[in-house]
């Protein structure tokens, strides 16, 4: 039977309590997990590690969390993202929420894309497909 | 604990330790699967300095030092999978937990095992004994540097696996090959 929505956020947010020493209570869906969960950049590869154990899936490198983007200047410029980019960028997240970034797309946003229902929002498509 | 990570990511900065100074926390190897597991002995002393002001005149192991010793085991495990191609940075103790202490006189065995090995990083799991009774459990992140932290540049030469860790495996290898030598 597949999960539930519900079911996936509990898993979710069970992982992320263990993967970053946080309460259950503070992993709502619009938390960040950079900002208000405190994750640092290696905890991105636990997190990951976590979730395909936990819910039995592959997740590819960059697929989750794209980390090939930054780098291309076609996408990049000044610090924020271009059209291209901001285009590229939505294509490679289709699991994120991108209403507040796109008014603003500094890279140094980027952050705020990796809520918690990015996370939920992507293991809901991967576990549908 | 955000402070023993801390201690422990200091510990085990390579940089921060020179090239000449010994930092080895594990005597020998008894095990070592290629990829899969590694599982290395302590030996615990009064020669060693260290036990004497933790704690005076009640000498146990500093857990720090277990998980330190962990890292080593599991790191070599680590490495060597990728024929020390990588340099294999601990980059997260994902839980350490300890129920006992450790004293001079007694020996730790430290089994590591690997859960995941990526390009990028490498999981390992791993359960401590102190002569044959379990003592913790210590499961570590490692990320391989070269191919996690783009834009910065480290010097080209392995400076993880310098020569006192690859002797322990050579150690470890001479051992087995006179047991076999002898049956």
Redesign the interface.
Do not use: D, P
């Given at each position: 039977m597949a999960m539930s929505r519900e079911d996936i956020f509990a898993n979710v947010r069970d992982t992320l309590v263990d993967a970053l020493a946080v309460e259950p209570e503070e992993v709502s869906e619009d938390a960040t997990l950079t900002g208000d969960l405190g994750a640092e950049s290696i905890d991105f590869l636990d997190i990951v590690f976590r979730l395909e154990k936990s819910f039995n899936v592959k997740i590819p490198r960059g697929e989750l969390f794209p980390d090939d983007l930054l780098n291309n200047p076609d996408y990049v410029a000044n610090g924020k993202f271009t059209t291209t980019g901001l285009e590229q960028i939505k294509k490679a997240m289709p699991h994120a929420d991108f209403t507040n970034f796109e008014k603003d797309p500094d890279v140094n946003k980027m952050p705020e894309l990796f809520t918690v229902k990015t996370l939920v929002n992507y293991i809901e498509g991967k576990l549908a497909a | 604990m955000p402070a023993v990570v801390l201690v422990i990511t200091v510990l085990a900065n390579p940089f921060s330790v020179g090239r000449n100074m010994r930092w080895i926390w594990i005597d020998k190897f008894v095990e070592f699967e290629s990829g899969k597991r590694a599982v290395a002995i302590k030996n615990l002393t009064l020669a060693e300095e260290h036990l004497h002001d933790h704690f005076p005149g009640y000498p146990v192991m500093p857990a720090s030092l277990m998980i330190e010793g962990m890292a080593q085991t599991a790191g070599i495990l680590v490495g060597e999978a990728r024929h020390f191609a990588e340099k294999v940075i601990l980059?997260?103790i994902?839980k350490a937990s300890f129920e006992g202490v450790a004293r001079p006189g007694q020996q730790l065995r430290y089994e590591a095992n690997a859960?995941?090995i990526?390009?990028?990083?490498a999981?390992t799991a791993g359960t401590i004994y102190c002569d044959g009774e379990r003592l913790g459990t210590v499961d570590l992140?490692f990320?391989h540097i070269d191919q996690?932290m783009?834009g910065l540049n480290f010097p080209e030469e392995n400076f993880v696996f310098n020569e006192d860790f690859k002797n322990l495996l050579l150690s470890y290898q001479l051992d087995r090959s006179a047991a076999e030598n002898k049956t």
């Open positions: - | 980059a997260k994902r859960e995941l990526t390009e990028q990083a999981q992140i990320s996690n783009r």
